[in-house]
């Protein structure tokens, strides 16, 4: 791939800009915060409101950075590229077995978002049961956000949202005739529904009412689980739980949910705070919550460290039960993840029967067969199956490739399991697995029909400041040679937990095939190497996270795979932390970056709709710890004026209620007023959100722009403004 130098491409850039209009200057309004005896000015505090001159300012800013990307040379061509891999990976991204049926969502080739299908285990032809495109909404377009089929696959319970703004609607479906029943639930966002066992009603977890002048931060707050009859006016629904009672660890801002495992006469009640992997759980008869008079009996406090959520998968991690026995996960005495069991007449936590040791990799995934359990477990990427029979003994289970591991579920009924592999290089697939056979493709999809052989993933090694060893993926095409010449895309997270694991991603092969390296840094605050690693990497650990991705861009840089002049560092939502803070800490080692949708002002962040479930990993303002940690890893607060910060986009959506659009924009707003460097822009989706329900093409332009706009900052010829 031809370049041209860093001070050439700035110079034309900076020439072109000055013919060019430029974005419209956010004014300045300090508001004054005081926070344990100092004081903090936020000049972009307005901007809060979300009033018309706000709107404005969006629609001014988004217009220019969308024109200048638009005139670029090789915009159009990439974004075609980009398109083309996309259309191809027609692939499963869940999975869920009832009896002889397996129900999954694919986006068909040309197809906008992905749609429900239902098959036979045994083979056939797949039958299309919720195709969301052509429904209408006003807010944008609508999506399939969550599905749950009943025991016996006659039913589905799903949610539709509009526009990425995640506020769902729950529905039920008729899988024989493939009709919708009457039934429309709204504020049914974390609705999460669980069948009872005859599949004529199911619990599912509702917001409250808004009520006039309710602040933002209360909003997920009191959720209740509720019982419905299919059929019924949910008027009629009876309350069987609530999140805000006195026996909670979470108080008001839990997430409850219910689940009555097959075969089980108890329910459980399970309240998440959003964020962490961690639970707490209570147990009713089922016959009591049948009844609309449940007797709840906890089980287990914040204090057992009961996993819920897989340690760095976040895919689910629930009570397996047979015969009176749960299987339960827990990191108490193991910060990978053991396996205890409970006997349910008696439940009692501290002196659980342990059933698996936590050896072999955090615990990711747990899945519950007629022959026995089903763990994934991942190690620094590297992501192995198990099977544990009912004799608590041991054995691999055979992988059909090296990758990561995703939905993994079986039936309580049936040997085996089920599970979605992928690699950085390998589109997912679906496989079923068995304790001794080895592992059969589902054919659930057509195979990828671009040859990606070209590509090579090597691991290399940065070394964090205080000596901690942290792992890189690097992909590039064999032969490339390392002389520091191509244009480099460094990726990471680092945030609740959840690891970076191999996944592919066609949008990102165009930058590959045409020369450019993309790396993925491991950096603490995921779990790769269990809940330790988190723990380094949360409240006043969290430096560890963009420390770590810097030392992994001067790794890349060691290793000759790329320069200064060619590092791009790129992070989303939460990671918005660790790219806001490498930038601003050590703005001479990147020359590009993108921030999507990020967290970028954290003094602030606890006031946003989802703020209270954040604290758990991040800190509060109301204690002094929380404020220094929260200062301290806050991009907004470590902009200075006059620096030539590198040449930086910055994404939001303006429906999105993770990180509300004035987060991203205050970044924007500052960062154009500070830099002395390369040209700042912020790109705008006005009928999308935090990125849940965008689609195809949404995501395909927005990668598009944001490659194009890298790479003009790289030097790539082809990428560069014409000369006024």
Do not use: C
């Amino acid at each position: 791939m031809r370049t041209i130098g860093l001070g050439a491409a700035i110079a034309l850039l900076s020439a072109s800009m000055t013919m060019a209009a430029q974005p419209p200057k956010a004014a300045t309004k300090p508001h004054v915060d005081h926070y344990f005896g100092e004081t903090v000015v936020d000049d972009y505090h307005w901007m809060e409101a979300r009033d018309p001159e706000f709107a404005a300012w969006m629609k001014g800013q988004d217009d220019v950075t969308r024109a200048e990307i638009a005139a670029l040379p090789g915009r159009k061509a990439l974004g075609e590229s980009i398109a083309a891999f996309t259309a191809a990976t027609a692939t499963p991204t869940s999975l869920d077995v009832r009896g002889d049926k397996v129900f999954f969502l694919l986006r068909p080739p040309g197809a906008g978002v992905p749609k429900l299908f239902v098959r036979d285990l045994a083979g056939g032809e797949p039958r299309m049961l919720i195709d969301p495109e052509p429904m209408k909404a006003d807010g944008g377009p609508v999506s399939l956000s969550a599905y749950v089929p009943s025991p016996d696959g006659r039913r589905i319970a799903y949610t539709l949202t509009s526009g990425g703004s995640e506020d769902a609607v729950l529905h039920v479906l008729d899988v024989a005739s493939g009709q919708a029943l009457p039934e429309s639930i709204d504020r049914a966002r974390f609705a999460q529904p669980d069948w009872a066992p005859d599949g004529k009603s199911f619990l599912y977890t509702r917001l409250k009412i808004p009520t006039p002048g309710m602040p933002e931060q209360e909003r997920f707050q009191d959720e209740v689980v509720w019982r419905h009859v299919v059929g019924e006016d949910p008027a009629k629904d009876v309350k069987i739980f609530e999140a805000s009672r006195p026996d909670s660890g979470n108080g008001r801002d839990g997430i409850p949910f219910a689940y009555q495992p097959k075969g089980a006469d108890v329910v459980f009640l399970l309240i998440q705070d959003g964020v962490s992997p961690y639970g707490e759980a209570w147990i009713a008869p089922a016959a009591s919550v049948a009844a609309g008079r449940p007797v709840f009996r906890k089980i287990a406090s914040l204090a057992d460290k009961l996993v819920i959520l897989g340690l760095g998968s976040g895919g689910s991690i629930l009570p397996a039960v047979r015969g009176g026995k749960a299987w339960v996960a827990t990191t108490l005495g193991s910060p990978y993840g053991r396996i205890v069991e409970l006997d349910l007449s008696k439940p009692d936590m501290a002196h659980a029967r342990q059933v698996a040791p936590g050896e072999g990799g955090a615990l990711s995934a747990l899945a519950v067969a007629a022959d026995g359990l089903y763990v994934a477990r991942a190690e620094g990427g590297a992501y192995a199956v198990s099977h544990i029979g009912w004799n608590s003994a041991i054995r691999p289970v055979s992988a059909p490739f090296v990758g990561s591991v995703d939905a993994l579920t079986a039936e309580i009924d049936q040997p085996g399991a089920l599970g979605l592999f992928q690699s950085w290089a390998r589109p997912p697939e679906a496989f079923r697995l068995s304790a001794d056979k080895p592992a059969a493709s589902l054919a659930l999809a057509r195979p990828f029909p671009f040859d990606l052989s070209a590509i090579v993933v090597d691991r290399i090694e940065a070394k964090a400041p205080d000596g901690t060893i942290i792992p890189v993926d690097v992909l590039h095409l064999k032969g490339m040679k390392r002389d520091g010449s191509a244009p480099t895309l460094l990726e990471s997270y680092g945030a609740y937990g959840i690891s970076a694991d191999p996944f592919f991603q066609p949008r990102m092969l165009p930058w590959v095939l045409r020369g450019g390296v993309y790396a993925n840094a491991h950096v603490r605050g995921g779990s790769e190497y269990g809940e330790a690693w988190h723990l380094a990497g949360k409240e006043a650990t969290k430096p560890n996270t963009w420390r770590d991705f810097i030392a992994a861009g001067e790794a890349l840089i060691a290793e000759g795979y790329t320069s200064k002049a060619k590092l791009a560092g790129t992070g989303t939502s939460a990671g918005g932390v660790l790219i806001g803070r490498a930038v601003t800490e050590r703005p001479d080692l990147f020359a590009a970056a993108f921030m999507g949708v990020p967290m970028a002002d954290m003094l602030r962040f606890e006031t946003t709709e989802g703020g209270p479930a954040n604290v758990n990993e991040f800190g509060s303002t109301r204690t002094e710890a929380g404020y220094r940690a929260l200062k301290a890893m806050s991009p907004l607060v470590h902009v200075a004026d006059a620096t030539a910060y590198p040449a930086t986009i910055i994404s939001a959506g303006m429906n999105d209620h993770r990180v509300p659009g004035w987060v991203p924009a205050k970044m924007a707003a500052r960062m154009q007023a500070a830099s002395t460097g390369g040209p700042v822009r912020l790109r705008v989706d006005f009928d999308a959100g935090h990125g849940f329900g965008s689609t195809k093409a949404q995501r395909d332009q927005l990668y598009a722009d944001v490659e194009a706009f890298l790479l003009q900052a790289l030097g790539d010829p082809e990428f560069q403004p014409k000369a006024p």
